[in-house]
């Protein structure tokens, strides 16, 4: 995982949620409005080593737990935003 190199405004985040091949919730696309990050300085590596869920069973809502390594020091007056 590794955040845009360069300062500026990231393009729309979109997701999509799929289940037996059929959508069942998408992003809307119409408008860039919180789907976006803007970046003033350059950003620093994130290494991801591990993204697990619960409950694993299909249908229902998951807790998401992610594990990852910054390349320099998270200070407590940072967000980190997933």
């Not at 590794?2 to 949620?17: C, F, K, V, W, Y």
């Not at 619960?54 to 320099?72: C, I």
């Amino acid at each position: 995982m590794r955040n845009p190199p360069n300062s500026g405004e990231t393009s729309g985040l979109s997701i999509d949620t799929y289940y037996n091949n059929y959508i069942m919730d998408a992003t809307f696309n119409d408008s860039t409005l919180y789907r976006t990050v803007n970046i003033t300085e350059p950003a620093k590596t994130i290494m991801a080593f591990g993204i697990d869920f619960y409950p694993k069973n299909e249908g229902e809502r998951a807790t998401y737990v992610f594990n990852f390594l910054p390349s320099s020091t998270i200070e407590d007056t940072m967000l980190i935003m997933i």
